[in-house]
């Protein structure tokens, strides 16, 4: 069985551009979720996804923002970006709402330049 | 609001020693309770999970947690450290009322763990 996806793996942009971030969940799982971590910040929840719908928002800016498609895989977009943007940015996904626990992909490293 | 605090931002064992990492939560509600690997470069691996089922949890790679609703903690240990243990780990806790989890993993700020020869 295939585990969450990201893609892609590295990406580098320049201060002000877009960044747009995919993540293909397990097969089955309706729920995806996204997090953030930076250096020295952690691990900080930034959105979670279910059904096709925004369930649940962190404590981030509206410049991030994302969706789910009918497949129930989701993109990121981080807009004007900011050099504290850069971070790896790791996808989740569940069965129901996670009382099984989240299955995590390897990651996008976003670094902004 | 819920939080984890983990006790030892690092912990370095010999090898064959007991891996004992702490981690404390503060929930309004019974929470879900996890424990993450993270290697270097990669992403989070599930090493075990509690959802109010038995409080002894035994997980992958020999590792096991206790709940403890008392004290409000949730420490993971591992008899014999390998080699292959060292990556840094991650407390998670998420609000579990009624099944429903609101999608938020809150995690504790890591623990690096070296094993030595």
């Known amino acids: 069985e295939a585990g969450v996806t990201q893609s892609p793996t590295h990406l580098i942009k320049t201060r002000g551009q877009q960044a747009t971030l995919r993540c293909s969940p397990i097969?089955?799982?309706?729920?995806v979720y996204w997090y953030q971590q930076a250096l020295g910040l952690g691990l900080q929840f930034l959105l979670w996804y279910d059904e096709g719908e925004e369930r649940n928002r962190g404590n981030f800016p509206p410049r991030f923002s994302g969706r789910q498609f009918p497949n129930y895989s989701s993109e990121l977009n981080v807009n004007a970006l900011e050099l504290e943007d850069s971070a790896l940015y790791l996808c989740?996904?569940?069965?129901?709402?996670?009382?099984?626990?989240?299955?995590f992909g390897s990651g996008t490293r976003l670094t902004v330049v | 609001a819920q939080s984890v605090t983990q006790l030892g931002s690092h912990v370095s064992v010999s090898e064959g020693a007991l891996v004992l990492l702490r981690c404390n939560y503060s929930?309004?509600?019974?929470?879900?309770l996890f424990w993450y690997v993270q290697y270097p470069n990669q992403g989070l691996q599930l090493l075990l999970k509690y959802t109010s089922a038995a409080t002894l949890v035994k997980g992958i790679n020999g590792f096991e947690a206790e709940f403890k609703k008392s004290e409000t903690s949730f420490h993971l240990t591992k008899p014999s450290a390998h080699m292959s243990d060292a990556a840094e780990y991650f407390c998670a806790v998420s609000e579990g009322a009624g099944g429903t989890s609101y999608g938020k993993l809150t995690f504790g700020q890591g623990t690096i763990l070296t094993v030595h020869p």
């Open positions: 929930s309004s509600v019974p929470p879900y």
């Open positions: 989740a996904s569940s069965l129901g709402q996670g009382a099984h626990g989240y299955t």
């Open positions: 097969s089955g799982h309706t729920s």
